[in-house]
Antibody
């Protein structure tokens, strides 16, 4: 059974930083691209970042709106992916979901974690 | 960036109704469209990928169609457990989601 579990959320002051972790199990982590998607309270979904697998040299990609403030990384030995977010702003307040992407030429986010809440407030 | 516009934002329907949700892209996305269902307090769930392919385990009352800029998610006979918010998502150019259609029972 595929399992995805995010941790590391919480209350952070504006200007602060946070590192989110995502532990996975139940699938061959090395084969997959992993992503972070966020959802502000009562709002829609926003793709944040993607990290590809070793076959693609662990290439990373970021949403333009966040580029420069976020860093995605992975540790294949731990089947885990991470998201470092810096210079946090109130508008970064959201549930952050870790998701697996599958499908080659027709990618879709097929498994999601339960999400972790990040609140940016003084 | 490709913008995705969903309509309506809120839809009320009765059990057994045929329900149609719309999603319009700001440019041609060549059927590169997925649909997700999100129930209150839960993570999104993949329903349909590449416009009309049903994800494993999803009931056959869900179907998708469309091309170019206009796409549709149809529920052939609404069930109480279908109450949720539905998001479309394009992957022609990275990934953007629509704002969602909230589906409630009348």
């Amino acid at each position: 059974e595929v399992q995805i579990l995010e941790t590391g959320g919480g209350l952070v002051k504006p200007g602060g930083s946070l590192r989110l972790s995502c532990a996975t199990s139940g699938f061959n982590f090395n084969d997959y691209f992993m992503n972070w998607v966020r959802q502000a309270p009562g709002k829609g979904l926003e793709w944040v970042a993607q990290i590809r697998n070793k076959n693609y040299n662990y290439a990373t990609y970021y949403a333009e709106s966040l580029e420069g403030r976020v860093t995605i990384s992975r540790d294949d030995s731990k089947s885990s992916v991470y998201l470092q977010v810096s210079s946090l702003r109130a508008e970064d307040t959201a549930i952050y979901y870790c998701t697996r992407i599958v499908g080659g030429y027709n990618p879709s986010f097929d498994y999601w974690g339960q999400g972790v809440m990040v609140t940016v407030s003084s | 960036d490709i913008q995705m516009t969903q309509s309506p934002s809120l839809l009320s329907a009765s059990v057994g109704d045929r329900v149609t949700l719309s999603c319009k892209a700001s440019q041609n996305i060549y059927k590169y469209l997925n649909w997700y269902q999100q129930k209150l307090g839960e993570a999104p769930k993949l329903l349909i990928y590449y416009t009309n392919s049903l994800q494993t385990g999803i009931p056959s009352r869900f179907s998708g169609s469309g091309s170019g800029t206009d796409y549709t998610l149809t529920i052939s006979s609404l069930q109480p457990e279908d109450v949720a918010t539905y998001f479309c998502q394009q992957y022609n150019s990275w990934y953007t989601f629509g704002a969602g259609t909230k589906l409630e029972l009348k």
